[in-house]
């Protein structure tokens, strides 16, 4: 963005995964970042686990943070499918060569970027949920929060996830997040007789509702579930219902299932998290003046795809390539939402579609989904998805208008 980048100063707007990775990109180009997130301290086991798909891991390899993870994280190759009476429905994925990804829990990615930042020198601030977006003047922009402090700087990037204050204020005739009309659950078992198998992700369809879940090779299972949930429920709502009617309702649902499935949801320890699932319908405007959004603030998806975090990873770098390639900030942002608009709507029509093979409960969807789903598995390797995993961005690349 000509030569004036160590003039500028960017606002981000969440401390997630979208927010850190974009802050340290943006440090490359000489912008400073300050990171403002609105709980009031880190917590690095909030929300359950993630896939982060090899799209996404490239990223964190750029940023020279991928270790880590892969570390840290379950190795995903390959994905199982069984029907709820134990037969074999398909397989997707490859059992040798690169993993699709990993599996990692929430809060470790999180701490993963938000250190990688702080030893960046790139400055965190808790406690600061936005009140107000001002850009009345060019390439300024002056937030509030309701703690009563105020900031400035030239460039408000929206890392605040889905329900993006961000998103209400600057771009207030913005679509509201759909519910899907499932909910999401699940835990961790840390002892397990479950066995191990590398690189495997056992999708049952259940009975009554749909199970998943991963083996550590210490033994720790991460296991989730979906389930059908009427209205339009929030996270609040979910929470304020005792855990004990949640493990009743859970332990309800696949008492009736083969093996290991009731065993590893009676065995969970600690409290089961449960999560509704919202995506976002297309978003017209992703920018107003100097405001910009990204990640899930504009474009989320429900988890089924396992593409959430990833494509988070790649709007930061894809937005602050053009914010250094291009000679102004609204081109650099009309470019970002041109790259970046019909693969993320692809991914949330995509991933909401799996979310609703997942819920055939009565016997003719159950049928026609056994019947549907081995043809459509095989369909998915022979294309082996690599429209999804296999995108990638060289950070070298210019963007050229």
Same mark, same amino acid.
């Given at each position: 963005m000509e030569n004036s980048n160590q003039q500028h100063k960017a606002l981000i707007i969440g401390c997630g995964i979208a927010g850190p990775a974009t802050a340290l990109f943006l440090k490359r180009i000489g912008i400073d970042s300050v990171i403002y997130e609105a709980e009031k301290t880190n917590d690095d086991y909030a929300g359950l686990f993630l896939n982060l798909a090899r799209n996404g891991l490239r990223v964190m390899d750029e940023l020279g943070i991928d270790e880590p993870i892969r570390q840290e994280g379950i190795v995903m190759q390959t994905m199982k499918m069984v029907s709820g009476k134990g037969k074999m429905l398909g397989t997707v994925g490859q059992s040798t060569g690169e993993p699709q990804g990993y599996t990692i829990k929430r809060g470790f990615i999180h701490k993963v970027l938000r250190e990688e930042a702080l030893r960046q020198g790139i400055p965190i601030e808790f406690g600061k949920k936005l009140r107000s977006i001002e850009t009345n003047? *060019?390439?300024?922009?002056?937030?509030?929060?309701?703690?009563?402090?105020y900031a400035s700087g030239n460039i408000l990037i929206g890392c605040d996830g889905i329900h993006s204050r961000t998103r209400k204020i600057a771009l207030p005739n913005s679509p509201v997040p759909s519910y899907t009309g499932l909910i999401s659950f699940g835990?961790?078992?840390?002892?397990?007789?479950? *066995?191990?198998? %590398?690189? =495997?992700?056992? !999708?049952?369809?259940?009975k009554r509702a749909f199970f998943g879940y991963m083996v550590k090779p210490s033994g720790e299972v991460y296991w989730y579930g979906n389930m059908d949930y009427n209205g339009q429920p929030t996270r609040r709502e979910l929470q304020s219902i005792p855990q004990e009617e949640w493990r009743k309702t859970i332990n309800?649902?696949?008492?009736?299932?083969?093996?290991? =499935?009731?065993?590893? #949801?009676?065995?969970?320890?600690g409290e089961i998290g449960v999560f509704p699932i919202y995506d976002m319908p297309p978003v017209a405007e992703w920018y107003r003046k100097s405001v910009v959004l990204v990640g899930d603030a504009v474009h989320a998806t429900s988890p089924n795809a396992g593409q959430g975090a990833s494509l988070a990873l790649e709007d930061a770098m894809v937005l602050v390539k053009c914010i250094r390639d291009l000679p102004n900030l609204e081109q650099a942002f009309s470019m970002f939402q041109q790259l970046r608009r019909d693969r993320v709507e692809r991914i949330v029509q995509y991933s909401r579609? =799996?979310?609703?093979?997942?819920?055939?409960?009565? *016997? #003719?969807? #159950?049928?026609? %989904?056994? !019947? $549907?789903? *081995? $043809?459509? !598995?095989?369909?998915?390797?022979?294309?082996?998805l690599g429209w999804m995993y296999d995108y990638k961005t060289n950070w070298e690349d210019k963007i050229t208008v």
């Open positions: 003047e *060019p390439n300024r922009v002056e937030v509030s929060f309701e703690d009563g402090s835990g961790f078992v840390n002892r397990s007789k479950v *066995p191990y198998e %590398r690189g =495997i992700q056992k !999708l049952v369809f259940g309800g649902l696949y008492a009736n299932d083969l093996d290991p =499935i009731p065993q590893i #949801v009676r065995s969970t320890q579609s =799996i979310g609703q093979r997942k819920h055939a409960t009565n *016997p #003719v969807q #159950v049928f026609f %989904r056994d !019947l $549907m789903l *081995p $043809m459509f !598995l095989k369909q998915a390797n022979k294309d082996s």
